[in-house]
Structure formats: C-alpha cells, structure tokens
C-alpha cells in the first residue's frame, strides 16, 4: 500500500506536470474504459467492416521507411532467430512463449504472466522486419497469422495489451514497413488488412491526450502513416474523406511539435531514449508528408 507521502508527492507531480485538459481527458478515458467493458460488443466498435489497401503508390513510398528502420537497432537482429521460434527477450528477461497448435504449428502465448511493461514490448511486434530479413518473410507473417488467430485480439475490450493505443501506435508502422517489402500470404491477407483498418480507427478514437508527450506523438504519427498510405473501406473510400483525415493529422503534430520541442531542439521530456524515438516518427512523418506532396513536409523536416 502507497505511503501517504509518497501519494501526496506523486498527486503535486500531476498538478506540476500536466494541463487541465489533460485531467478531463483522464476522467473522460476513466469513463469510457468503465462503460466499454460493461457494454455488449455491438455497442463499443464494429470490428471485420472495413479493410484497408495501398494508395497508388504508397507501398514504394513505405519501403522507404521500412529500409530506414531495419537499420536502425542491431540488437534486434541478435535475437531475430530467436524470436522467430518464440523465445522473446525484453527488459533483460527471456520467455518462452513457442506452442504446439491443433494442427501442429507454432503458435505464440501472447498472453503470458510477465510484468505488462513487456507484455507491451511484445505487443508491438516491434521485431518483424529484423525476422523477416535474417528468417525470411514467412517467419514473420506466422508470428503476425498467430496474433490474428488470438481470440483475444479480434476485439479491442478483450485484450487491453494488445488493443492499447500505444501498442497500436508502434505496431502499425511495422506491419506496414512488413508489407512494403513483402506481400502477406494469400491465407491471411483479408484478415491482415482488416485488422489494420480495425486497429487505425480504434486509434483514432482513443488517441493518449490524457497523457500527452511521446504518447501522444506516436499515436498521431501512426495515424498519419495509416492515412498517407492507405484507403479504406475496400476502396470506396471518397479522396476527400482522406484528404481531411491526412490535414486533421498535420494541424495535431503542428501543434504537438510547438509544445513538445524545446528551444534548444529537445524533446520536453528531456530523456535521451525518448528523445532518439521521436525522431524516428518524426522521420516516418517527413515520409509520409513527401508522399502527399505535402506542404507539411518542410516543417517536420525543419
């Protein structure tokens, strides 16, 4: 149990740190969460609706930054192999997480009892691309079939792990660096981009403003790639429907960068891991931004 102390100091912490809106946000979310739980399914999301496709020219344009990435944490690639046969490593801790499905292949426990700091490093598949390079892409795309065979993942209320915003916001860009460089296999190629268009609206329903800073700038980050790149709705999807989401996500990084960028050219949060990740969106947004031709695109370089 908290020492009165140590409640009382984190509780001026928050009012140090953190704007007025950003406690409505946290009451507001607090509300949802309660409600989505107690509400039947039909109500909280319509899940298996939507699909999602490349637009003309998109997938050149992602393979731009799946190259950037794949260079990017060598650590990665020592333990590709590894992880290709369940055996994951974060935080310094191993687990085994490889098992014998009905039909004899591998699936992955993608719920195991481990602390949730690395449950969330295992949710946001933040190694596929490395796995694809060193294993090839079918490596990659079983751990992706494994994660759509979940039952848990195939609504957002039935797995908070894998349905939080921040794991969506860094598994996004992976999965599609993964198909800019290699097509998912027929067997779950609906499924796959299903799941994209499903996990990018739940996004954009529940973007982290409660918490704002690199939260935040990663959820609009993978909201602005979604929206650069791809179409929705198998394709019906009207251009100005686009148009509007790709300007909406711009106006938020602008204003997000005018509050997260100090004078000096860091990040606010003054922590060098943070500041190096930040970077890396703001990279994959300058992408993005080249693709749409983009006025946007000379700021976010700058």
């Known amino acids: 149990m908290m020492d009165p102390w140590t409640s009382l100091s984190r509780s001026a912490a928050l009012v140090r740190y953190h704007r007025p809106s950003q406690f409505a946000w ?21 899940a298996g609706q939507q699909s999602a496709a490349w637009k003309p020219g998109a997938r050149e344009a992602a393979g731009q930054i ?5 260079g990017l944490w060598k650590e990665r690639s020592r333990n590709a192999t ?9 935080l310094q801790q191993t687990i085994d997480l490889a098992q014998t499905g009905p039909d004899a292949t591998r699936v992955i426990d993608w719920n195991p ?40 993942h195939r609504f957002p209320t ?78 019906r999807e009207k251009p100005l429907q686009s ?24 990040h606010v949060e003054r922590t060098p891991t943070y500041h190096a990740l930040m970077m890396v969106c703001l990279r994959q947004c300058v992408h993005a931004a080249a693709f749409c031709q983009s006025p946007a695109e000379k700021w976010l370089s700058e």
Not at 66 to 70: D, K, P, Q, T, V
């Open 26 to 46: 946290r009451l507001y979310r607090t509300v949802q969460r309660r409600l989505q739980r107690w509400l039947p399914e039909r109500f909280v999301f319509t």
């Open 66 to 70: 799946a190259a950037h990435r794949l």
């Open 82 to 90: 590894e992880m290709a046969e369940g055996r994951f490593r974060f």
């Open 113 to 152: 009892d481990a602390p949730r700091l690395w449950r969330f490093q295992l949710q946001c598949h933040e190694s596929l691309l490395e796995i694809a390079d060193q294993c090839g892409a079918d490596a990659a795309y079983q751990l992706v079939d494994s994660w759509l065979d979940q039952p848990r």
């Open 158 to 235: 039935r797995d908070p792990d894998a349905w939080h915003p921040f794991c969506i916001s860094r598994r996004l860009p992976v999965w599609l660096s993964l198909a800019s460089q290699f097509d998912p296999p027929e067997r779950l190629r609906r499924r796959f981009w299903g799941s994209i268009a499903d996990q990018a609206a739940w996004l954009r329903a529940h973007c982290e403003w409660d918490l704002g800073g690199n939260h935040l700038l990663e959820n609009l980050t993978s909201l602005y790639l979604s929206d650069a790149f791809l179409t929705f709705d198998q394709g």
């Open 243 to 266: 148009e509007l989401r790709v300007q909406w996500d711009e106006k938020q990084l602008g204003l997000q960068l005018d509050l997260q960028l100090l004078a000096s050219g860091e």
